[in-house]
Every structure is written in structure tokens, then in C-alpha cells.
């Protein structure tokens, strides 16, 4: 098994962005937040993880990660962690955030779910990402999972995290920038403007340890026809804060190799956190190439036989 052809992907993603898309808040939404997370753990259980879900208290009540395992063979105590937050700030839809990736995680399951890989995988959909609009850095499921890994001291081989995979604008211009990027990425904010500042590639935003495997990574975006521009954080939080804003952060801080793979969120997509985070708006061509771009890396970095 390996990743399937992007007509099959196009399809899944499309049906499961269609039932995962609508408001998901644990205060203010809470019924289809539960619908989708149960939905994803039909999903993942149907393609053969074993599941179990870790439960989250935040603010609003109890949440929770839904996690699907895909064992490893016994020679190898390490894991791969691929996940997405499937709950959404009030008022939007979260159809590019994050409910197409949401889609994705539930596909790599798929195309996965029954290969015996040398390292564990675990795939997630991550809950209460969305409270640190409330109080930044505020990642209460990835929070959860990240310290509970670090306390069991798991060999975390890698963690990838999709954050809004949906977005592609091919018009020039169609790329901004946080403030301070251009000091600290000099040679990337220069390819995207002599590029016609479009914003139609994924930043693949990850830490120094997460450099030995990034490349895998980019390689098969490559090859699926996505343009991927590297960005290595080194500390310089402050300044670099909008690249911490997701769910490989907390990751980070217990010192593990992470990445976020992100359609640069707020810097290109309009509707980001909106109600217009509509399904109409997903690219999912683009999200379909993605996905099939990560189910490959991760069958060569965990070694599918
Ligand atoms: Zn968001």
C-alpha cells in the first residue's frame, strides 16, 4: 500500500471536508464538535489504527485528541506523529481551518492504516487549538499529548503538523508576510517576491532537528507538483511568533522534531477564522497533493515495507 492516485484523494477529501465543516467550539458548538470527533474515530478505526482517545480539560468542559496508532515492528521503539486540530474558533465554518486537513489525516490513515511500518505511526486530530485566540500559546491538545509523550520519555522520531492545507492563490500579490519575516528569512521572503509574491506554496516551518527529515518531506511535495519553502526556526520567539501558532510548538518545547506544513494561514487566506472558511473555498486539488505528498514521506521516513 502506498499513497493512492489523486482522483481517489480528491473525492475522500471532498466527502470528509463535508462532514467535518461547520463551527466546532466547545462552548458555543459543541455538538458537532463531538459528531466530528467521533466520526474520526470511526474513520481511523475502520482503516485499521488502534484508537484511543486522550481526554483534554480546558475551559469549556472536557474535549479530547483522537488517536490512531499504526504499530511499528517490534525492532523499533520509535514513532512519526502526524496530526491536524479539528476544533474551530466561534464563528467559522473551518473548512481550510482545519477541517481539510482534518480530511487529510483521516486519508494518510487509509492509504496506511494496514502497512507494517518499521517505527510506529501516530496519526491525531488534535483538539482545543483554537482557546489560544483566547491566551496565546494556549495549545491545550497538542499541550496534552506533547507532555504526556515527553513523560513516557517516547522516542518521537518526528512530528508533522498540518495547519491549513487548502489554501493556494496563484495571483501576484496574493502573498503577505508576518512582521519581521523578511529579517529572519531573507533568502525565502526573497524567492517568493521575485516569484510575484503568489501565494501558492506550503511553508514547511520546522525546528533544527526536524532538518535531518524536512528534505524528505520537500522532495515529495515536489514530486506531487507543491512548491514547498523551508523555514528553520532557531529560537527568536518573539519575533518569529506567528510560527509557533499551531500544534508542533508544544512539540518543540519538550524538545522534539517537529514541523508545521501550512498554507501560511492569515497571510493568504482571507476568510481565515471567518465565516466565509467555507468548503466552496478549499482547493482540493492542492490539499489532495499535499495529502499524497505526506503519506509518501511518512511511508519512507517510518519505513513501509
Ligand atoms: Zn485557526
Redesign the pocket.
Known sequence: MGPRGLPDIHEALGRDLGRVVGERHLASSRAHHDEVRAMCGAALAEAGLDVHEQIVTGPFGPGANVIGRIRGSSASARTWVCGA?YD??RG?P?AD??GVAVAAVLEIARSLGRTRPRDAIELVLWDM??LQ?LRAGALLGSAAMARDMAGKRVDVAGVVDL??IGCCRREPGSQTFPAGFRLLFPDASRRVAAAGARGDFLALVHDRRAAVWAPVLEKSLQDNGIDAVLLEVHGARKLAHALYRSDHAPFWAHGFAAAMLTDT?NFRNAH??GPGDVAATVDLDFAARTTRAVVAALAELADVR
Open positions: 486540530h474551530t474558533v467559522s473551518g481551518d482545519n487549538e483554537e485566540t495547519e491549513m494561514a481565515y477564522h
